[in-house]
T-cell receptor, first 113, second 117 residues
Framework: ETGVTQTPRHLVMGMTNKKSLKCEQH?????MYWYKQSAKKPLELMFV???????ENNSVPSRFSPECPNSSHLFLHLHTLQPEDSALYLC????????????FGPGTRLTVT | KQEVTQIPAALSVPEGENLVLNCSFT??????LQWFRQDPGKGLTSLLL?????REQTSGRLNASLDKSSGRSTLYIAASQPGDSATYLC????????????????FGSGTQLTVLP
């Protein structure tokens, strides 16, 4: 595997379910990001991890819980989501959070029913 | 708060035409600007990154320019092809923030390009 991978690619879940999104980067980067892309809206940054520590949390509801066990893996744990949380969730990585170019994964298309 | 605007929202051109996509941003205190391509339902592919000290970057048929003082960037695509059809996103990384704080990427809503054969 190369670049940034995300699993699953598609997920349908009910509002009472608990699920997790997984991201893995094979680029040797030390920063990872979660973004949300809703229909007809710009990408919104959710969380940033640098050296496995969370450095940004953009007022994201607590029903989204990120986890970064090491610099190569990033998870987004989901519970009691709402239909408006349906979106494409994109993971990205970079070397540092300054000038480093961000590389994106293919995304997970989430539908909350 | 940084705001990024992309015009037009959608563009349809015949194959072979040269075209320009526009991006404007409200806060000129930027670290860099990045152009991405996104195919339907897919992730983002980075096309060009321009540091704040640079005026332009070129890659193949693509040329991106940056005028930081006026808050504008353009993406020029030469000799367009049907395979260029995609949504093109502009993103700006701010230069603000205290030590240890991440410099965030702020995205525009994109320009959806269709190149007709």
């Amino acid at each position: 595997e190369t670049g940034v991978t995300q699993t699953p690619r598609h997920l349908v879940m009910g509002m009472t379910n608990k699920k997790s999104l997984k991201c893995e980067q094979h680029l040797g980067h030390n920063a990872m990001y979660w973004y949300k892309q809703s229909a007809k809206k710009p990408l919104e940054l959710m969380f940033v991890y640098s050296l496995e520590e969370r450095v940004e949390n953009n007022s994201v509801p607590s029903r989204f819980s990120p986890e970064c066990p090491n610099s190569s893996h990033l998870f987004l744990h989901l519970h009691t989501l709402q239909p408006e949380d349906s979106a494409l969730y994109l993971c990205a990585s970079s070397q540092g959070t300054g000038s480093g170019e961000q590389y994106f994964g293919p995304g997970t298309r989430l539908t909350v029913t | 708060k940084q705001e990024v605007t992309q015009i037009p929202a959608a563009l349809s051109v015949p194959e072979g035409e040269n075209l320009v996509l526009n991006c404007s941003f409200t806060d000129s205190a930027i670290y860099n600007l990045q152009w991405f391509r996104q195919d339907p339902g897919k992730g983002l592919t980075s096309l060009l990154l321009i540091q704040s000290s640079q005026r332009e970057q070129t890659s193949g048929r693509l040329n991106a320019s940056l005028d930081k003082s006026s808050g504008r960037s353009t993406l020029y695509i030469a000799a367009s092809q049907p395979g260029d059809s995609a949504t093109y996103l502009c993103a700006v990384k701010g230069s603000g923030g205290s030590s240890g704080s991440a410099r965030q990427l702020t995205f525009g809503s994109g320009t959806q390009l269709t190149v007709l054969p």
